[in-house]
């Protein structure tokens, strides 16, 4: 089945700088991967999500890139600011109704 | 537009008891499923219920099982609670068939004593 690994468990990036995660999946029959933030006491929001048909795709701050052939997949986030800090999941899928969840990475964004 | 919501945000049980939670999905989605998250870690597929059916299911016991009633709402319940089962379950509707585009609510916190 399915294996999502996710990396780093824990970032800490200078306000107004750049913050990349990474993750990498196992099965080469996946092609549906939602990136998730999840703020304190609140369920996981969806951010951004990308088909495997597409390399790259922007939502203002926000990018994810996927390479299908490496299997990996990230996430871009520029101009950080401090409402940005949260745990961010990966998750992939091949539409058969069940994502698998990455680990989380927590996102500190310092002042 | 009303989110997904659940009930109830908290609720304590002791071992062996048996609960149920609830969840209504957000306006015009008919697939809901659910997801126990520990502490720390991601979300835990459970199963996701579609036309009033079990759809799938992911690795956890018969203990947990669901329902899904005519306007798309759904229960889980959890008999013998064991006081691994502390989690927050989070419900996720959807308006496709398929596992995708989730909206979550903010869950129900279980803590078994």
């Known amino acids: 089945g399915e294996n999502v690994e996710q990396h780093p468990s824990t970032l800490s990036v200078q306000e107004g700088d750049s913050a990349v995660i990474k993750c990498t999946y196992s099965?080469?029959?996946?092609?549906?991967f939602p990136w998730y933030k999840q703020e304190l006491g609140k369920g996981p929001q969806l951010i951004i999500d990308?088909?495997?048909n597409v390399g790259e795709k922007k939502d203002q701050r926000i990018a994810v890139t996927l390479n299908k052939t490496a299997k990996h997949f990230s996430l871009h986030i520029t101009e950080t600011q401090p409402e940005d800090s949260a745990v961010y999941f990966c998750?992939?899928?091949?539409?058969?109704?069940?994502?698998?969840w990455g680990a989380g990475t927590k996102l500190i964004i310092k002042p | 537009d009303a989110g997904v919501t659940q009930s109830p945000t908290h609720l304590i049980k002791t071992r062996g008891q048996q609960v149920t939670l609830r969840c209504s999905p957000k306006?015009?989605?008919?697939?809901v499923s659910w997801y126990q998250q520990a502490l720390g870690q991601g979300p835990q597929f459970i199963f996701q219920?579609?036309?009033?059916?079990?759809?799938q299911r992911g690795n956890f016991p018969d203990r947990f099982s669901g329902h899904q009633f005519p306007n798309y709402s759904s229960e889980l319940n959890v008999n013998a609670l064991l006081l691994g089962d502390s989690a927050l379950y989070l419900c996720?509707?959807?308006?496709?068939?398929?596992?995708?585009?989730?909206?979550f609510g903010s869950g129900t916190q279980l803590s078994v004593l």
């Open positions: 306006s015009g989605h008919d697939t």
């Open positions: 099965d080469s029959a996946s092609n549906y």
């Open positions: 219920y579609y036309e009033e059916e079990e759809r």
């Open positions: 998750a992939a899928t091949e539409s058969n109704y069940q994502l698998i």
């Open positions: 996720a509707s959807s308006s496709t068939g398929f596992d995708e585009k989730l909206f």
């Open positions: 990308i088909r495997s």
